[in-house]
């Protein structure tokens, strides 16, 4: 019962603790509509779920998090250095990162956390030959992003997932 009602329970957490921090002020009201809103988008959305994904590790989540936090504050400063100086600097790349996370929700996440992180862009996720495509607005070593994107970022999303 409680799975069909919440078929995503942390989405709708989530929503919930956004909408509360977003509400003018904490009030039976506010949180009668967060909590609607919370129940009601999941279950709109299941369509749109390829499939169930579990977390295996819930505490890596949380790693990948604070990592993520940390790399878009840093990527930030990058990119406000890189947009101030001289425009010929920039060494923009479209880079095709090899996927060892075969699943399309994994593949997902980890397209949205590059598309999040400022200085880069994914722009596609080629399911046939496992490959995200990203573009990055300065790239002095190919390898050295392939690396980092896939250790920072595809490693714990597929030990979160374990896929």
Same mark, same amino acid.
């Given at each position: ?6 078929? !995503? ?15 003018? +002020? ?15 988008? &999941? ?27 940390? @790399?878009?504050?840093?990527? +930030? ?8 100086? &001289?425009? @010929? ?8 990162? &090899?996927? @060892?996370? !075969? ?14 992180? &400022?200085?880069?862009?994914? #722009? ?10 990203? !573009?990055?607005?300065? #790239?002095? @070593?190919?390898?050295?992003?392939? +690396? ?16």
């Amino acid at each position: 019962m409680i799975q069909r009602l919440l078929p !995503h329970p942390l989405l709708s957490l989530t929503i919930l603790t956004l909408w509360m921090l977003l509400a003018a +002020n904490v009030s039976v009201g506010n949180l009668v509509v967060g909590t609607l809103l919370a129940v009601l988008i &999941p279950r709109l959305m299941i369509g749109f779920w390829p499939e169930r994904s579990f977390m295996s590790h819930p505490l890596t989540a949380f790693r990948l998090v604070g990592v993520f936090l940390v @790399d878009i504050v840093i990527a +930030n400063l990058t990119v406000a250095r890189l947009v101030v100086g &001289p425009i @010929d600097r920039l060494q923009s790349e479209f880079v095709e990162i &090899p996927l @060892d996370a !075969h699943d399309v929700f994994v593949a997902t996440l980890l397209g949205s956390i590059v598309a999040l992180t &400022p200085g880069t862009v994914s #722009v596609d996720i080629d399911r046939d030959r496992w490959v995200l495509l990203v !573009h990055a607005l300065h #790239v002095e @070593d190919t390898q050295n992003l392939i +690396n980092t994107i896939k250790s920072r970022y595809e490693a714990p999303l597929r030990e979160i997932f374990a896929c």
